[in-house]
């Protein structure tokens, strides 16, 4: 009967070891996988904005530009842009500045930007426009 008894301590303790074991697992996660979580807002590296900026690019701005010619569209191709240093409309210098007041403005035949884009997402558009 002592025995038993002892057995079944034994077989109760290692449960509640196990048991306790697997929810301090569960409790506290791994610190990398919540850096994880913080840093998908941030880019890696250069690319990753650029990626974002291409996106952009197709749904906001492709209906009226090339990003692969500098032929014209609706609005010019964009394609050396930064390259040839000005624009081609107005003939002012064409330096990352610029290029968001640009966008954010728009002209007679250019919408404003300026309300559509959040302002990561601005940086990530003229990241891009800036590879043409």
């Not at 530009?65 to 409309?89: E, M, N």
């Not at 003939?91 to 250019?110: P, Y």
Request: aromatic share 6%; charged share 30%; glycine share 8%.
């Amino acid at each position: 009967m002592k025995r038993d008894f002892w057995w079944t301590v034994v077989a109760v303790a290692a449960l509640a070891g196990a048991i306790a074991g697997s929810r301090s697992t569960r409790a506290m996660p791994e610190p990398s996988r919540q850096q994880d979580k913080t840093k998908k807002s941030e880019p890696t590296g250069p690319d990753e904005g650029i990626q974002r900026g291409t996106a952009i690019f197709k749904k906001q701005c492709s209906a009226c530009h090339y990003a692969t010619s500098d032929v014209k569209k609706i609005g010019p191709g964009l394609k050396g842009l930064t390259k040839r240093g000005t624009f081609s409309v107005n003939g002012n210098k064409v330096t990352e500045e610029s290029l968001k007041i640009w966008i954010e403005t728009g002209d007679s035949m250019m919408p404003s930007f300026k309300d559509t884009l959040k302002p990561d997402e601005l940086q990530d558009l003229i990241r891009y426009v800036r590879t043409m």
